[in-house]
T-cell receptor, first 110, second 113 residues
């Protein structure tokens, strides 16, 4: 059974700080890694994906992947109250069906 | 922009009723998915389809069936609704060229009483 683990939180950070969200996965054959953002009462929205070891930056977001340690993280720089949401980590392996973590709730307070 | 729509935002049904949830996508995506999302349990895959008339079971198919007669439409059917099927149901689609990148509909909150 493939597992994707996330700390449920909530993770609380002050406005302007860096928020660090972490995800670990059990399947060493995992190939693709995704971060979705889900606002309360809304559906998940894809914000980042990463396939190779290292960092991938997109605006204020950086995804970091370490396949040897089987973790993927999402850094949000200059956090804003509008970043307050639940962040879902998703991982795919040989099939194209992602396995989702349960999500980490992020609260950015002014 | 990918658009995935679902037939209802909120639905209330009685135990034993047959329930149809409809999902339509307008981006000619080959793959479509049905999930349910429950507090503390995250997103769980019910069924998916990678082509018209094709379907595959996900992690929790019991009590559900699906239908995909047209490429753009994927229906989830609860044959005999039960209270433990009260949940948020999310439809998603993805293309063959970017099969891992799923786009979600707004969700249907189903309550079975």
């Amino acid at each position: 059974q493939k597992e994707v683990e996330q700390n449920s939180g909530p993770l609380s950070v002050p406005e302007g700080a860096i928020a660090s969200l972490n995800c670990t996965y059990s399947d060493r054959g995992s190939q693709s890694f995704f971060w979705y953002r889900q606002y309360s009462g809304k559906s998940p929205e894809l914000i980042m994906f990463i396939y190779s070891n290292g960092d991938k930056e997109d605006g204020r977001f950086t995804a970091q992947l370490n396949k040897a340690s089987q973790y993927v993280s999402l850094l949000i720089r200059d956090s804003q109250p509008s970043d307050s949401a639940t962040y879902l980590c998703a991982v795919t392996g040989g099939s194209y069906i992602p396995t989702f973590g349960r999500g980490t709730s992020l609260i950015v307070h002014p | 922009d990918v658009k995935v729509t679902q037939s209802s935002r909120y639905l209330v049904k009685r135990t034993g009723e047959k329930v149809f949830l409809e999902c339509v996508q307008d981006m000619d995506h080959e793959n479509m998915f049905w999930y349910r999302q429950d507090p503390g349990l995250g997103l769980r895959l019910i069924y998916f389809s990678y082509d018209v008339k094709m379907k595959e079971k996900g992690d929790i198919p019991e009590g559900y069936s699906v239908s995909r007669e047209k490429k753009e439409r994927f229906s989830l059917i609860l044959e005999s609704a039960s209270t433990n099927q009260t949940s948020m149901y999310l439809c998603a689609s993805s293309s063959q060229g970017a099969i891992y990148e799923q786009y979600f509909g707004p969700g249907t909150r189903l309550t079975v009483t």
